[in-house]
């Protein structure tokens, strides 16, 4: 199933896109997309059997925004440095254990929503990333399979960086990674059993239509089972907390000086197969 979220921000209503391509409301069913209807077998099993009947009311999608697909996250959790060849294009080292660093719920937005440059920002980067949504409660598990079944779906992400917060102004890297609008969600989350093989999808992004990341999640130095299993052993993994589980190579960071930096008035579009399309325009923060 391809499950989204549509409507003003904090009025979005539980929607569904069927095989159709049509846009099917799930407010008569369920109250929203969240933890709790993740973690609930029987209402996704009605969600189903409605969708196969075709019972559910069509919306008109028109002018109509999708907002990010998973309302009420309660962690984001993201991987750095966890694809091969950004790795290299950085001149990083290739980690020995997966580099875990928080974002905070309240940077994400809809996939196409205004993307904000913070103030000062001279290096605002782009990062097109797989994230992965929690469908059960994970604690210390111990195979890739408990890992894999603990997955309720996926979605396209960007994690939106400052280079200059992150890197050079002390601290951690939270400094550049938890600006106002840094995590743009969706459009869909697309549920684990559409997904038979998290490592072969392939991610683009593109800067004012200039091609500037084409990469595959079998790049990734951690795959998605290894990501989920490592991550429990440090922190409990809830219904509807979501991964990022890093980016490829193409971002502004690992190109030569003068190095391309997001500015207001940019246009980035991302993409991942299967999960669908974003666009945000930047503007000043």
Known sequence: MKLLRVGTVGAERPALLDESGALRDLSGLVPDVDGALLADDAALARVREAASAGTLPVLEASGLRTGAPVARIGKVVCIGLNYHDHARETGAPVPEEPIIFMKAPDTVVGPDDTVLVPRGSRKTDWEVELAVVIGRTARYLETDEEALASVAGYAVAHD???????????????????????????????????????????????????PKQDGTTAEQIFPVAEVVRYVSQFMTLYPGDVINT?????????????????????????????LGRQRQELKQG
Do not use: H
């Open 160 to 210: 939106v960086s400052e280079r200059e917060f992150q890197i050079e102004r002390g601290g951690q890297w939270d400094k550049g990674k938890n600006c106002e609008t840094f995590n743009p969600l969706g459009p869909w989350l697309v549920t684990a059993d559409e997904i038979p093989d998290p490592q072969a999808l392939t991610l683009r992004l593109w800067v004012n239509g200039e």
């Open 246 to 274: 890093g980016t490829p190579a193409g971002v502004a960071m690992g190109q030569p000086e003068p190095k391309p930096y997001l500015r207001p008035g940019d246009v980035v579009e991302l993409e991942i197969e299967g």
